[in-house]
């Protein structure tokens, strides 16, 4: 298990009791300077991950999982693009989770969310998650209390399992401002190559903001894990999140001190 606390990831690390208003979405903790400073860092973040992905990659012997969640326009997937930019698509696995489809709802809420774990030797990345059930769910009241309520630990379980077998779990909120969101969301209604992300519920959760920061606080709270950590990453500045979710990238990555295998037996094999 990582000692998260020793890495230099330990800066976003949620702390045990959640007060998202007190985390500056605009601050930008250990960033190695300015923008122009932390984009050339970006760059070498981003050699580094790839070469601890060709490690992983070859070496099978666990897998990375990492949770996004944020509200809209948080830059989920803006961070997914230029956090992976330089590593090998053949090694990742993707998955958006938008509304569950009725054959998702015929099962239970993590039936959809195990099917698309990362095997080992990938990197699985959740554009969204198991989380929405206690987010979204939550506050819109889609079902009642009686019924997300346990799924707090139904998901500390859960994620138990997976950290069991092998899986290194890291679970990012890129924690935007309300001022932020408001032109963000503008920005994709005003530009014609912008406006397929938006849907005009986006503005029915907006006007939720207060309940959804609340849920955010509870569920980092109550699912935060030596096994499944919780990091809290301010995310106004895209440049600034891109550095940090590298870096907790990275940190996952090393913790596994991945190596090319050596494949022994091939020794002294001449091809004719
Ligand atoms: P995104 O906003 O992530 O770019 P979409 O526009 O497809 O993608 O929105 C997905 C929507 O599905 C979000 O509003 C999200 O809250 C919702 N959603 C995801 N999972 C669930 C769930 N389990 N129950 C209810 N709503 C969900």
Redesign the pocket.
Known sequence: MITWEKTSSATWLAPKKVSLDEIDPGGTPTAPGDRAATEAKVEKLRTQLADLQDAFRAEESGSVLLVLQAM?AGG??GCVKQVFKGTNPMGLQVT?????TPEELAHD?LWRIHARCPAKGIIGIF??SHY??V???RVRD?VPRSVWLPRYSQISNFEDILAASGTTIVKVMLHISNDEQKLRLQKRIDNPNKRW?F?T?DLD?RKLWPEYMRAYEDAIEKTNSDEAPWFIVPADKKWYRDFAVLTIMIDALKALNPSHPKFAEYDGIVVD
């Not at 958006?96 to 569950?100: A, I, K, Q």
């Open positions: 809209d989920k997937d958006s989770f938008g509304l569950p809420f554009n969204r929405e059930d987010l979204a769910v889609i992300k849907r519920g959760d």
